[in-house]
């Protein structure tokens, strides 16, 4: 059994996310926590290798990875992810704050391209050993908006378009209103106080559990 708190951030690509995690961190440690902050893909030495596959592609080849082939590696390097950080952190009394989790595998591999979203969560669900965050804040803004935030220059994901950008948001949009009880859907278009007003109204309800 776990003891610790387990968190995730999801939107699409630029919306602050990494921003938002180290506040959190920051919180937390204020407050006595060990807190964890990790990311997918490439949270684990194997999850570097891999996370250099799918964001840049196998070098010398600029073919396609097939649908199927990206979300095994997206489920591959999670699988490793829970199995080499977040478990033994949970396990230990951690706050794990995850930059992206399980379900940016359902809104970008099933809610863009041709894998449903049940495949794609049983493949999840059985790299993980069923592990769901208790929290998932998800930060929401336009994608056409938070694209120009962006400070490095895209990656194989970030260039895949506006249309597929757009489903991607809905997609999270979805996911969350499936699950009202572990989401909370944050504005993300505000200042970056505005957006951790946010979070952290919510925050310490589940710190105090
Ligand atoms: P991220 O680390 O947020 O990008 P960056 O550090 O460049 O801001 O995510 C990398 C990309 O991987 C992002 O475009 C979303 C994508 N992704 C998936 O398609 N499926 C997944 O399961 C995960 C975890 C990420």
Sequence with gaps: MTSGVFVSFEGVDG???TTQVGRLKDYAEGLGYEVVVTREPGGTPLGAALRQLL??????????????????????????????????ALERGALVISDRYLDSSLAYQAGGRELTQDQVRELSMWATNDLLP??????????RASHTRLE?????????????QQRTRQAFLDLAAQEPA?????????????VWRG????????LAR
């Design 55 to 88: 964001l840049h592609g196998v070098s010398g080849d600029d073919a396609d990875i097939a649908p199927r082939a990206e979300a095994l590696l997206f489920a591959a390097d999670r699988a490793q992810h829970v199995a080499e950080v977040v478990r033994p």
């Design 199 to 206: 979070i952290r109204s919510d925050i310490d309800g589940l």
């Design 152 to 164: 490095h220059s895209e990656d194989r994901m970030e260039s895949a378009g506006d249309g597929f």
């Design 134 to 143: 208790a929290r998932t804040y998800l930060l929401d803004m336009d994608p």
């Design 15 to 17: 919306v602050g996310k």
């Design 182 to 194: 572990r989401f909370r859907v944050i504005e993300a278009a505000g200042s970056v106080d505005e």
